[in-house]
């Protein structure tokens, strides 16, 4: 089971840390992703982090931006948003992943529940 939290209302350029908790014994055996979906839109990857060397994947709009990082004895996950704007609104999803390509949604085992994120311009 996946609990996202952390989101709430911001204005552009400001940051906010998402954070999602795992239940279970096996997190480290996932890779760990973020995904968004605004209004109307499709869900859009956003970043992921391997199992356990810290390797990290993001999406265009977010890379240098956004940092993904886990730690592996708090069974957590973690989404630092930096210079935020309002495009960046959107409910974000955790998930979790035994699969290869960390960029679809499809690939993806379990999923936490959404946290709202709304950046005002």
């Known amino acids: 089971q996946l609990q996202a939290s952390g989101g709430g209302l911001v204005q552009a350029g400001g940051s906010l840390k998402l954070s999602c908790a795992a239940s279970?014994?096996?997190?480290?055996?996932?890779?760990m992703g973020w995904f968004r979906q605004a209004p109307g839109k499709e869900r859009e990857f956003v970043a992921a982090i391997s199992r356990s060397n810290g390797r990290t994947y993001y999406a265009d709009s977010v890379k240098g931006r956004f940092t993904v990082s886990r730690d592996n004895i708090k069974n957590t996950v973690y989404l630092q948003m930096n210079s935020l704007k309002p495009e960046d609104t959107a409910v974000y999803f955790c998930?979790?992943?035994?699969?290869?390509?960390?960029?679809?949604?499809?690939?993806?085992?379990?999923w936490g529940q959404g946290t709202k994120v709304t950046v005002s311009s």
């Open positions: 998930a979790a992943t035994y699969g290869s390509v960390w960029s679809l949604p499809s690939e993806y085992n379990y």
């Open positions: 279970g014994r096996t997190f480290g055996s996932y890779v």
